[in-house]
């Protein structure tokens, strides 16, 4: 399965990722952080966007304790999410305590124990498992994976790979959002570039954030899709207009590739949703021009636009 094309560096203020968190079905993330005396990413802050209540948080505590999670939602949020669980990969029994301190599922323990980093498939689904469980709740679940660093030291970087593309796409047939945590002073920047491709974005602590325009902001907000995500990378690749058809094809291929099933009329549905609310939220933020009567789409090359584009990295 072809990876999916990575958005780039974001600041580690949190403030784009948060954007293009709202509302998002199926993103991913990569937050790293320093080991060197560096802040740690500020993933509780993707969650404030939402009311707690209406979200479930599912953390994977690899080769640590959920606790600096569980402390800094209490202390950031306040108020319990509206489902817990923890998939404890070599447990911590103190995570128990603390995961009932915020909120423990009915049904299933807070905690859910595996004892090995390298048992991938059994990671991969104790997390299905609480996703099946929040099925229908109404909550938007969100995953935190914290971290990949461990994992990539006791089951290698082959086994990190596929573990993270199963919950990709466990995570975008759940319409979930996921964020992954990773040490990058421990690793090779080969390491690093090979585990990027598999995100949309990279937070970053070490990037400076920026006082955004209310247009900026639009902007970002405007991409809080993954399918409007995907139509303004592919635009972004092209200097000319490209037709509704065509772009839907695009899209539609895209999404074929990265999740199990599709319906089989995945690219009328495709088409008729960036006809009818994509390409218009995107035309309404100022990111893209369409003509009505040639039915074709084209990217708006304003500064403004390749401004955005460049801090998600979808321009050279």
């Known amino acids: 399965?072809?990876?999916?094309?990575?958005?780039?560096?974001?600041?580690?203020?949190?403030?784009?990722a948060s954007m293009l968190f709202d509302g998002v079905a199926g993103a991913n993330l990569l937050c790293t952080s320093f080991s060197r005396g560096g802040p740690g990413p500020p993933c509780?802050?993707?969650?404030?966007?939402?009311?707690?209540?209406?979200?479930n948080l599912l953390a994977v505590a690899c080769g640590k304790s959920p606790d600096a999670l569980i402390r800094?939602?209490?202390?950031?949020?306040?108020?319990?999410?509206?489902e817990v669980g923890i998939v404890?990969?070599?447990?911590?029994?103190?995570?128990?305590?603390?995961?009932?301190?915020?909120?423990?599922?009915p049904g299933r323990g807070p905690v859910t124990t595996v004892e090995s980093m390298d048992s991938v498939d059994e990671i991969d689904a104790s997390v299905g498992a609480y996703l099946d469980e929040w099925a229908g709740n109404g909550n938007r679940t969100a995953l935190c994976f914290d971290s990949l660093t461990p994992m990539i030291?006791?089951?290698?970087?082959?086994?990190?790979?596929?573990?993270?593309?199963?919950?990709?796409?466990?995570?975008?047939?759940?319409?979930?959002?996921?964020?992954?945590?990773?040490?990058?002073?421990?690793?090779?920047?080969?390491?690093?570039?090979?585990?990027?491709?598999?995100?949309?974005?990279?937070?970053?602590p070490s990037v400076e954030g920026e006082r955004d325009s209310e247009r900026e902001?639009?902007?970002?907000?405007?991409l809080g899709s993954s399918r409007r995500r995907a139509v303004v990378r592919h635009l972004a690749a092209e200097e000319r207009a490209v037709t509704l058809s065509d772009l839907a094809e695009r899209v539609s291929d895209d999404e074929?590739?990265?999740?199990?099933?599709?319906?089989?009329?995945?690219?009328?549905?495709?088409?008729?949703?960036?006809?009818?609310?994509?390409?218009?939220?995107?035309?309404?933020?100022?990111?893209?021009?369409?003509?009505?009567?040639r039915r074709t789409v084209r990217l708006n090359?304003?500064?403004?636009?390749?401004?955005?584009l460049r801090r998600l990295g979808w321009t050279g």
């Open 72 to 82: 800094s939602w209490r202390t950031t949020i306040g108020e319990p999410p509206a």
């Open 1 to 16: 399965m072809p990876d999916k094309k990575p958005t780039g560096i974001l600041p580690g203020d949190g403030h784009a």
């Open 301 to 308: 090359r304003t500064e403004r636009v390749e401004s955005c």
């Open 44 to 55: 509780v802050g993707l969650f404030s966007r939402i009311e707690p209540r209406r979200q």
């Open 153 to 204: 030291r006791g089951a290698g970087i082959d086994a990190t790979r596929r573990l993270v593309l199963a919950l990709t796409r466990r995570v975008e047939n759940a319409d979930a959002v996921a964020h992954y945590h990773l040490d990058r002073d421990a690793h090779e920047r080969a390491t690093f570039d090979e585990l990027r491709s598999l995100f949309d974005a990279v937070v970053d």
């Open 256 to 293: 074929r590739e990265r999740r199990v099933t599709v319906p089989t009329d995945h690219f009328a549905r495709v088409y008729v949703s960036l006809q009818v609310t994509h390409l218009p939220r995107l035309a309404a933020a100022g990111i893209v021009a369409i003509d009505e009567d």
């Open 217 to 222: 902001d639009a902007a970002f907000d405007a």
């Open 88 to 105: 404890n990969v070599i447990a911590r029994p103190r995570s128990a305590s603390r995961a009932s301190a915020i909120g423990t599922p």
